[in-house]
């Protein structure tokens, strides 16, 4: 599992996980493709042998992936997905396109009827494709952020239903190891608010240590 947590705006922690510990951190600023490669090869080095990787969907992780370690499984968070719709069409979608996608978004965490819900999307896509490509007077697209939201599901929608198509490898659907870790984190961190940033550092990777 790979993810990351930001303090502030000033520095976060690039981690991988392996559903019982961290097994690769790095200090970053910002999620890049040069971090995640340099600790996927910095792993395989290492001797590990990674069967699948369940991330958020960042873009260029997955072609980097497959560079690195071939064709494994990938699997996109789905959590992540739910979130990525949500804030695009917002906890209130106004327009009927948006309830309806906003319905949909909620069977992402059904366990069954997989095609059926790819199905249902294209559907969806078709039955409203004339309001997704509406414009203004000034020739630009109308609802962005609905198109946006559609073109994320359908980028995506590959990755989705993995863990469930290889059952036999328990990957996680989700990254809710490490969201659970960085919660925990966090509050460890906000006791010592007093803390220097080295020493909290300092306190960080010592819990991501062990």
Same mark, same amino acid.
């Given at each position: 599992i790979i993810d990351a947590t930001f303090f502030g705006r000033e520095y976060g922690y690039l981690c991988f996980h392996d559903t019982r510990r961290v097994i690769y951190f790095k200090e970053i600023v910002s999620e890049s493709v040069k971090d995640l490669k340099e600790g996927l090869l910095i792993l395989k080095e290492a001797g590990y042998v990674i069967k699948s990787i369940t991330?958020?969907?960042? +873009?260029?992780?997955? %072609?980097?992936i497959r560079k690195i370690l071939g064709n494994i499984p990938i699997q996109m968070c789905i959590y992540h997905q739910r979130?990525?719709? $949500? +804030?695009?069409?917002?906890? +209130?979608?106004? =327009?009927?396109?948006g309830i309806e996608l906003k319905e949909l978004s909620k069977r992402i965490t059904d366990k069954e009827n997989h095609q059926l819900f790819i199905d249902d999307f294209y559907k969806l896509k078709e039955k409203y494709q004339f309001y997704l490509h509406e414009r203004n007077e000034a020739g630009e697209f109308k609802h962005q952020s609905m198109r946006s939201a559609f073109r994320s599901l359908? =980028?995506? #929608? =590959?990755?989705i239903f993995i863990y469930s198509d290889s059952k036999t490898l328990n990957i996680p659907p989700t990254n809710n190891h490490l969201e659970g870790l960085f919660s925990h984190l966090k509050e460890r961190?906000?006791?010592? $608010? %007093? #803390?220097r940033r080295d020493r909290k550092k300092k306190a960080v990777k010592l819990? #991501?240590?062990f």
């Open positions: 991330i958020d969907g960042r +873009r260029g992780y997955y %072609g980097n979130a990525i719709i $949500r +804030r695009y069409i917002t906890d +209130r979608p106004q =327009s009927e396109c359908e =980028s995506n #929608l =590959s990755n961190v906000n006791i010592h $608010r %007093g #803390l819990i #991501l240590f």
